[in-house]
């Protein structure tokens, strides 16, 4: 099966997805609590099911996750980002007014999917802005102090990653970094600069990173992926 939904009892619609460049099975699940599962070709459907079917309270949790963050919109409420503040309010239309760095976001109704999506809309390009500004100058600090040299970095809303280096030692940066830690930036920052002298992800690519972070790679990395890189 190249595309295929599948219905399950307990997680609803699980979409299957044979990818090319897919290595092992994996599974994501979305903000709207939907199901994608790329996996490699040479994996039997039987397996993947099987896989996912181990995997149900994993993926039943990742959903009440987002169905929990859904509600959370109310009056007066506070997202703070590295530079600024979103003010949730509510009112008679929806609205979006910056003065300095707080962001007053008037919300129609604060239950509405419209709302959930116009907060994530706004967060995202307020997300943009301070990647801008943040990520290319520390990706710059790290490399200078650690003796690594890339070529360019570009800034993306990546649903995929946090980060990669292609083969050319060019850096792509998730904005979604900005909801995290500094030291989980500063983190995916080195992963990626590692990258510019070690193409994959065996020994001596955990030990380059071990030097760098004091021994806490595999610690770090396990934090990282508690974020979701879906902006709420």
Not at 97 to 116: F, I, M, R, W, Y
Not at 133 to 139: A, C, V, W
Not at 147 to 154: E, H, M, Q, S, V
Request: glycine share 4%; aromatic share 8%; hydrophobic share 35%.
């Amino acid at each position: 099966m190249t595309h295929k939904v599948v219905q399950f009892n307990r997680i609803g619609d699980v979409t299957f997805l044979r990818n090319r460049r897919s290595k092992n099975i994996k599974i994501s699940v979305k903000p709207d609590k939907t199901v994608l599962v790329s996996f490699p070709f040479l994996v039997s459907a039987r397996e993947v099911i099987a896989f996912v079917q181990n995997n149900e309270a994993w993926i039943t949790q990742q959903q009440n996750r987002f169905e929990s963050k859904k509600s959370r919109l109310v009056e007066g409420l506070e997202i703070k980002t590295k530079q600024n503040t979103i003010v949730i309010q509510s009112g008679e239309k929806s609205k979006v007014e910056k003065k300095g760095n707080t962001v007053h976001l008037c919300l129609k109704d604060l239950d509405s999917p419209e709302a959930q999506s116009i907060t994530e809309n706004v967060l995202t390009q307020i997300y943009r802005h301070e990647a801008k500004k943040i990520l290319p100058e520390r990706l710059r600090e790290l490399a200078v102090k650690h003796g690594f040299y890339y070529n360019k970095i570009t800034i993306r809303d990546n649903r995929r990653n946090w980060g990669s280096c292609s083969s050319k030692n060019n850096i792509s940066l998730n904005l979604q970094m900005m909801k995290l830690p500094d030291k989980l930036i500063d983190y995916i920052l080195l992963h990626e600069l590692v990258h510019t002298k070690i193409k994959n992800h065996g020994p001596e690519f955990w030990r380059e990173l071990d030097l760098l972070t004091r021994n806490q790679a595999k610690e770090l990395a396990k934090q990282v992926k508690k974020f979701s890189t879906y902006s709420i």
